[in-house]
T-cell receptor
Framework: GQQLNQSPQSMFIQEGEDVSMNCTSSSIFNTWLWYKQDPGEGPVLLIALYKAGELTSNGRLTAQFGITRKDSFLNISASIPSDVGIYFCAGLFSSGSARQLTFGSGTQLTVLP | NAGVTQTPKFRILKIGQSMTLQCTQDMNHNYMYWYRQDPGMGLKLIYYSVGAGITDKGEVPNGYNVSRSTTEDFPLRLELAAPSQTSVYFC?????????FGPGTRLTVL
């Protein structure tokens, strides 16, 4: 099956710093999604990417769909305390009616004041 | 819209007991999913449905069953609970590619 390698597993940064995390895969995907999960909550979609090379921003968040379709990164600029949480990448390979979404193992982000 | 709702939020089961996790969405999405999330891990797909009356297995279906009699509801059934099924369960729905997740059900099997 398809597997995603997400790194880093955890990050500790100072408030105001920029942070970057990425996902790589051995398989190509048609769509990359980035989610954030707060403690005790379900994941919330942050950014969706649909084309190789696509660069999309959502406020202080920027994500890119890699040219090879096997990787994606997420950048957060000027981090703030509410950025704390677990960030998941997810790759979608759609084939007919099969829409299997594969999740990375997550990046735990801690923002220090 | 309430989005995706799940009940219960927490449950403790004894080994061998059965239960149904409820999931309802009011967005008229065709696609619905059940995932489990183990500590420090990403989400694993248990079952999914592309529409009422149609369900299919995901990565980790053993020990679970689902049904989809309506567009809105997608219950997950555990027949003989085992400690390995201790996890947080998330239901999700989708109009196509993205996923909208419910708040989760935390299940402990002792």
């Amino acid at each position: 099956g398809q597997q995603l390698n997400q790194s880093p597993q955890s990050m500790f940064i100072q408030e105001g710093e920029d942070v970057s995390m990425n996902c790589t895969s051995s398989s190509i995907f048609n769509t990359w999604l980035w989610y954030k999960q707060d403690p005790g909550e379900g994941p919330v979609l942050l950014i969706a990417l649909y084309k190789a090379g696509e660069l999309t921003s959502n406020g202080r968040l920027t994500a890119q769909f890699g040219i090879t379709r096997k990787d994606s990164f997420l950048n957060i600029s000027a981090s703030i305390p509410s950025d704390v949480g677990i960030y998941f990448c997810a790759g979608l390979f759609s084939s007919g009616s099969a829409r299997q979404l594969t999740f990375g193992s997550g990046t735990q982000l801690t923002v220090l004041p | 819209n309430a989005g995706v709702t799940q009940t219960p939020k927490f449950r403790i089961l004894k080994i061998g007991q059965s239960m149904t996790l409820q999931c309802t969405q009011d967005m008229n999405h065709n696609y619905m999913y059940w995932y489990r999330q183990d500590p420090g891990m990403g989400l694993k797909l248990i079952y999914y449905s592309v529409g009422a009356g149609i369900t299919d297995k995901g990565e980790v279906p053993n020990g679970y069953n689902v049904s989809r009699s309506t567009t809105e509801d997608f219950p997950l059934r555990l027949e003989l609970a085992a400690p390995s099924q201790t996890s947080v369960y998330f239901c999700a729905s989708s109009p196509g590619q993205g996923r909208f997740f419910g708040p989760g059900t935390r299940l402990t099997v002792l």
